[in-house]
Every structure is written in C-alpha cells, then in structure tokens.
C-alpha cells in the first residue's frame, strides 16, 4: 500500500462520529444536522427536467474535457459573474466532477515531488487540501485563521523561505468553515507573490454564490487577474461548483478555470484519472450555469435563516456574520458549557442536534489549533427545522448557565 496513505487523519466526521458513540438523545426531539454542509433546498425543476429529457445520451462515452456546450456556458458565466473580457472556452475552462476531486486531483498533477514541495492551505480548512497535499508527497504547512487575523491567512508573516519551497497555495475565498472573503488587494498581493517564488494558487470558490449583499459579491481570482490585465490567468487557477450555487450536489458538477498551461497538464492527468463528466449531467449543468434567477432565491433563504439564529440567540450566543457562505463559526466560550467537542457532545445528548466541533477541520500549528472552541453551523436545513434548532441552541445554553 501507499504508505502515504497513513500519513491521513481520520475524517472530521468519522470523529463527530466517534463523539457522539453510545449517546442517546431524547426520542421525542427530531435529529437536526447543522454539522455537513450539504444543501437541503429543493433542486431547481428545470434542471432536473434537463437531466431526464436526455437521458438517452448514457449510451455514449463523455469526453472527458466536456462537450464545447458546457465550456462555453461557463466561460460566458465566469464573465458574467466576475466582470472578465475573456475566457477561452477551448483552453481556459475544464469541466470537473465536483470540485471535492478536482481539488485532490489538482495536488496529485501540479507537485513536483522531486524539488522538496511544500503546500500552503488555511487553517482551519476544507479537509481534502491536506489529503491532496499529503498524497502529492509534499509536506504541508498551514497558515491560522483567527480572530487576530479577521480569520484569514496572515499573508505577511508567511517566511521568505517558506515562499520560496511553496509549489501551491490553496486558497479558500469564501472560506470554509470561517466565511472570511479575500479582497481584491489581497489576491494581487498573493498573485504577485506567486510572481515573485513562482508556485500556483488554486483558489477554492464554491461557496462564493451565497453572500448577503446583492450588490457587493466576493471577488474571484480570475477578477483580482483581470483588473491586472492579466487574461492568461498565468499561475491562476479557480475551482466552482454547482452543489453549493444550485442546491446540486448529487450532480457531482463544478469546474476549473484558469492558466491554459496548467490546464492542458491537469487535462491530460484526468484523462488517465478517467473521470469524464456524463453527458447528461453536462447538459443539466449548462442549464444551471445560465440561470440566475434560482441563485438569488437560494441566497434569500439563507439571509432569512441566518436572521433567525441571530434573532433567537443573540442574547446567549453572540454570533459573527460571515462575510459569505453558510456557516456560523461560532464561538461557544459565552455558552460556558466546555470546550468545543464538550458543547456538540452535549447539545446531541440533550437536544438532538448535530454541529462539528471547530478543533476537527484544523491541526495544531503554531502551538494553537484555530478551531478550538468554535463550532461549525450549517445553516442548510429548511427555514422552520433551523429556527427549531436555534431555538433547542438558546434552551441548552440557558439550562447550562442556570446549573452553574
């Protein structure tokens, strides 16, 4: 076997898991899962009527680098979207089946393991960087998020030395589990840098299409390029998906876009990989890719929700707006019910709820470990079961505090 493979942690829910083993919750409260962030909304009916009405192109074998359809429809999104003169559908655009493996697979086809690499990722963080970056044969080096930070990567602490083994930086903008956007200076300081020690950035932006104010969307790094004059996308890579925009994730849809070079190299790595995309999942996906009007109503369900845990429980669990995604990254020291695996233990026994502690999607570094005392909330449920949920929170909390 790979003996990198024992170089991964358990799964943070295989550990949640572990967690909440031989705990009984009350039968009379129904389970509420705010720990995966897998959105409940419904599916949007057009795509699904898409899927079905071509459902006799299973009969042929996709390419795996999609139908010109498809490549097509999300360049023309991509500048929709982020105010770009131009992305070349032929060169600069590749369909992938979800963002989860393309990520992995991103690592696994960019790392040089004969130069000593180094991977830099977030941390807290989206836990296939580090299998990525572990199975590439590099050695990973993560960079905390904290409230010090506005919970980003502290950038101008980062060594010259360590930039200069840096082969990739994953970015996570909005940031999964904290939220946190990169600005546009912040993502021409990172591009120069990449410049400078020459590594490449693949910017993780699935969440980027959930945000609270219509008229202010996060910044992508295809943008941060663009304002530079820089339509090459050179050393640029960005990751989207449809699972988080379009309540798709059983689509297994999303794509790369970036540096044509770099994705002539991954293009010719997935083809060995053999992860075509099926041609009708190609089509259903275009269909989601030109309409926005779905992605609107979907933010607006999260906006209600999220005034709904604030309204509920701001007296006994103050909680910090993200700048975008689904997320409360809630600090639970007010609630005083111990640490973080503490609070989610508890609130599973007592009330049948299920949130990930922070401590799971982060590593010690720099003798912290950023998740400590933060839980992670997905705010994915439907509008009622997330105001019963909240309303389950503020009653734990207050039956803690009274008992101490």
Same mark, same amino acid.
């Given at each position: 076997?790979n003996?990198d493979?024992?170089?991964l942690?358990p799964y943070p829910?295989?550990?949640l898991?572990?967690?909440?083993n031989?705990?009984?919750p009350?039968e009379?409260l129904?389970h ?11 599916a949007?009916?057009f795509?699904?009527?898409v ?11 996709p ?5 010109p359809?498809?490549r097509?429809?999300?360049s ?17 655009v590749l369909?992938v ?6 990520l992995?697979? &991103? ?5 040089n ?6 991977v830099?990722?977030?941390n807290?963080?989206y836990?296939?960087?580090?299998g990525?970056?572990l199975?590439?044969?590099?050695e990973?080096? &993560?960079?905390n ?7 980003a ?5 980062v ?9 990739l930086l ?7 589990? %904290?939220?946190?956007?990169?600005d ?14 020459d ?19 996060p910044p992508?790094l295809?943008?941060a390029?663009a304002?530079?004059g820089?339509?090459?996308y050179r ?16 689509l297994?849809?999303?794509?790369v876009?970036g540096?044509?070079?770099i994705l ?6 997935r083809?060995?990989?053999g992860?075509a995309m ?5 089509l259903a996906?275009?269909?989601?890719w030109n309409?926005?009007?779905h ?5 607006e ?7 709904i845990?604030?309204e509920i429980?701001s ?8 700048d975008?995604?689904f997320y409360?990254?809630a ?7 111990g640490?973080d ?9 007592q009330?049948?709820?299920t ?13 912290i470990n950023?998740?400590?005392n ?6 994915v449920a ?7 949920a909240?309303?389950?929170i503020r009653?734990?909390?207050? %039956?803690?505090?009274?008992q101490?």
């Open positions: 076997m003996t493979l024992d170089k942690h829910f295989e550990k898991n572990a967690l909440k031989g705990l009984v009350p009379h129904s509420i899962a705010l720990s995966i962030g897998e959105p409940k909304h419904p949007p009916p795509v699904k009527q899927l079905m009405a071509s459902l006799e192109k299973l009969s042929a074998y390419l795996t680098k999609g139908i359809e498809l097509k429809a999300i023309d999104w991509l500048c929709r979207r982020f105010k770009l003169t131009a992305v070349d559908a032929e060169t600069q369909p089946s979800g963002t989860r493996e393309a992995f697979a &991103f690592a696994q086809a960019v790392v393991r004969t130069n000593d690499p180094l830099l990722s977030p807290p963080f836990q296939i960087y580090e990525a970056a199975l590439a044969g590099a990973l080096q &993560f960079l998020c904290t409230e010090e930070t506005d919970f990567p502290d950038f101008a602490a060594s010259e030395e360590t930039w200069q083994r840096c082969q994953y970015l996570c903008s909005p940031g999964n589990p %904290t939220g946190a956007v990169a546009i200076p912040t993502l021409q300081a990172l591009i120069a840098l990449a410049d400078r020690y590594f490449i950035i693949a910017s993780d932006e699935c969440y980027s299409e959930i945000y609270p104010d219509e008229a202010n969307p992508g295809l943008q390029c304002e530079l820089r339509n090459d050393r640029c890579v960005v990751f989207h998906s449809l699972s988080k925009r379009s309540n798709l994730p059983g297994r849809s999303g794509f876009a540096d044509a070079a002539s190299s991954f293009l010719r790595y083809t060995y990989h992860c099926p041609v009708p999942t190609q996906s275009i269909a989601a309409d926005e009007p992605v609107r109503e979907n933010r369900l999260y906006r209600e929700k999220f005034q845990f604030q429980l007296d006994t669990l103050p909680l910090q707006m993200p975008a995604g409360f990254w600090d639970i020291r007010p609630a005083k019910v640490n695996e503490d609070f989610a233990r508890e609130l599973f026994a009330q049948n709820i949130v990930l502690p922070g401590r799971y999607l982060a590593r010690n570094s720099d003798g950023p998740g400590e933060r839980v992670r909330m997905a705010l439907p509008q009622e079961e997330c105001r019963d909240a309303l389950r009653e734990f909390i207050q %039956t803690a505090l009274r101490r």
